[in-house]
């Protein structure tokens, strides 16, 4: 089946700390993949996607390639600040129908300063 | 747009109870979403709408659970009667043009 596995939380870091939460994914066809972000009390925000192998999504300083071979989309920043504090999920979504996401468990991130 | 508008945002009832949580979905997105959201499960899609018709409601748990999208201004997701194991945060979502979901702030429920 499809299916997201993330690395276990919470990660807690120091600010301008190097962050890497790991996500691999399971998928019968070729899937978009996808990061969440959810502040607390609120709902998710798309941070950022990669449609094809090889492509790398980027925003406010997170980064992720979509990596084939691996099936991996890490979520990476060089340096993280206490306003990145939330729950980062991991999702997939496959082509064809409709735009079904399956999520990962979400790894929570706190930046202490 | 004032995005997508979830209500209540908290609902506290008891066992046997009905829930109703309701849904104001962004202006011209055509499809919804109702997601639950529990330590447990994590993130589980229930029912999908498009054009204001249900196309995958295999995620409904049991008969307890229905949802309506009588237009596409406006959805509820009921829960008739009520369990403590429903207590969860219920998000509702809808998908812009580029695929993007846009996600409510999502309504807590505890049922005692």
Known sequence: ?113 | DAGVIQSPRHEVTEMGQEVTLRCKPISGHNSLFWYRQTMMRGLELLIYFNNNVPIDDSGMPEDRFSAKMPNASFSTLKIQPSEPRDSAVYFCATEGDTGELFFGEGSRLTVL
């Open chain 1, 1 to 113: 089946g499809n299916s997201v596995t993330q690395m276990e939380g919470p990660v807690t870091l120091s600010e301008e700390a190097f962050l890497t939460i790991n996500c691999t994914y399971t998928a019968t066809g070729y899937p978009s993949l996808f990061w969440y972000v959810q502040y607390p009390g609120e709902g998710l925000q798309l941070l950022l996607k990669a449609t094809k192998a090889d492509d790398k999504g980027s925003n406010k300083g997170f980064e992720a390639t979509y990596r084939k071979e691996t099936t991996s989309f890490h979520l990476e920043k060089g340096s993280v600040q206490v306003s990145d504090s939330a729950v980062y999920f991991c999702a997939l979504s496959l082509s064809g129908g409709y735009n079904k996401l399956i999520f990962g468990a979400g790894t929570r991130l706190a930046v202490h300063p």
